[in-house]
Nanobody, 123 residues
Framework: HVQLVESGGGSAQAGGSLRVSCAVS????????MGWFRQAPGKEREGVAS???????RYADSVKGRFTISKDNAKNSLYLIMNSLKPEDTAMYYC??????????????????WGQGTQVTVS
């Protein structure tokens, strides 16, 4: 198992930037597919970005060109840098993990390990 703890986030104006981080503890971090998801009030949890065990990165169309996912294996940390923020990016952001390669679809139900979430608000 892995344990995930998010930090960062907060509030920003439209066009601004924020960074969220995820500290990973437990089993070998590099053997896990890591992802960022978000959930706005009244909406389903949606995949934002993922980084595979071989470094392959995928983004949701809604954030391509604006968000960057990265990880630091030495620090057991996952990051999401969010630029050109829009009000529709407002949501609770969650770090998630799945052992092995990333699933073909970035769907929340395919990820068994989750952090507690951190709020991002864009006005």
């Amino acid at each position: 198992h892995v344990q995930l703890v998010e930090s960062g986030g907060g509030s920003a104006q439209a066009g601004g930037s924020l960074r969220v981080s995820c500290a990973v503890s437990g089993r070998t971090y590099k053997d896990y597919c890591m992802g960022w998801f978000r959930q706005a009030p009244g909406k389903e949890r949606e995949g934002v970005a993922s980084i595979d065990t071989d470094g392959t990165i995928r983004y949701a169309d809604s954030v391509k060109g604006r968000f960057t996912i990265s990880k630091d294996n030495a620090k057991n940390s996952l990051y999401l840098i969010m630029n050109s923020l829009k009000p529709e990016d407002t949501a609770m952001y969650y770090c998630a993990a799945d052992y092995g390669q990333c699933p073909s679809l970035l769907r929340a139900l395919l990820f068994p390990y989750w952090g507690q979430g951190t709020q991002v608000t864009v006005s």
